[in-house]
């Protein structure tokens, strides 16, 4: 039916965020939020170009091997698709027809590894940057505040000042290719958040900064503004009593700050592409 915004979250091999990431979906507007099992697209059975909003769940994508997500970008890179285009030919088309797509955590590694961030000059499939092992060499579980940077042409974090997500990861250390790609990352901002501190302020101080990622990068989108990754999960903080003080803390509203991001992901959608 015309007007709906469709989103849909690829689930399996070891995704285990999708369904908080659907239920954030349909809080922030979405009519159609789905579920769907990476074997039902590799069948051909269920094809992108009926969504508008992909949404990458976080997770262990086959248990971490050969690093994180490495090997579901593999697959979402050469395995083929049954009587269609392969999964790569679905994304670089759905990519040309405006519509947006967002990797959490695992969902964030496998955009990353797979080169669809931060995909300078529009360059999908060649990566240029990696997410590998957190500085501390163990597995980060842990509340981060959020720097917002304003002039970001990012989509999702329009509007947004500073957020308070949770990470959970043991390979969040965001690092570039190349000098030359860390510089055009900052000149073009694409690095719409970084870890800070309460004031907001970029810190590279463990454990604000949990991983010791470069520039204190926490997420970063394609020049468009309408690919987007982060390693905090925004859809582990939807509603007051998902906040880890919330029994203590007065005045903190209903709703959680991570809805907001899907929120600005629902308008886009209504306003650009319906
Ligand atoms: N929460 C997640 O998605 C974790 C991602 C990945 N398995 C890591 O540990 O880095």
Not at 51 to 62: C, E, I, Q, T, V
Not at 72 to 89: F, T, Y
Not at 95 to 101: M, N, Q, R, T
Request: charged residues 20%; aromatic residues 8%.
């Amino acid at each position: 039916m015309a007007g709906q915004v469709k989103a849909v979250v690829i689930a399996g091999n070891g995704t285990n965020c999708e369904r908080e990431v659907a239920f954030a979906c349909r809080l922030a507007g979405a009519e159609v939020a789905d579920i769907v099992h990476i074997a039902e697209f590799l069948a051909g059975r269920v094809r992108l170009e009926d969504y508008h909003f992909l949404n990458l769940a976080g997770g262990f994508l086959d248990g971490d091997d050969l690093g994180s997500a490495k090997a579901g970008a593999n697959r979402l890179l050469h395995a083929p698709v049954a009587g269609g285009p392969s999964m790569a030919e679905q994304i670089r088309r759905f990519v040309e027809d405006g519509k947006l797509i967002m990797g959490v955590c695992n969902g964030f590694q496998l955009m990353v590894k797979m080169g669809l961030l931060p995909a300078l000059d529009g360059n999908l499939m060649q990566q240029s940057a990696t997410l590998t092992f957190n500085d501390s060499g163990r597995f980060e579980d842990r509340w981060t505040y959020l720097a917002v940077d304003g002039a970001s042409p990012c989509v999702y974090t329009r509007g947004l000042d500073g957020l308070y997500l949770p990470v959970r990861h043991g390979e969040g250390k965001f690092v570039p290719a190349s000098d030359e790609v860390l510089a055009r990352i900052e000149a073009e901002h694409l690095a719409p958040l970084r870890y800070a501190d309460e004031q907001l302020r970029p810190t590279m101080d463990y454990p604000l900064n949990p991983n010791g990622s470069t520039r204190a990068i926490a997420g970063v989108c394609d020049p468009t503004g309408r690919l987007f990754g982060l390693m905090p999960h925004p859809e582990a903080y939807l509603h007051r009593t998902h906040h880890p003080r919330w029994t203590r803390e007065e005045d903190l509203p209903e709703e959680g700050m991570g809805l907001w991001l899907y929120r600005n992901a629902v308008q886009f959608i209504r306003e650009n592409i319906l």
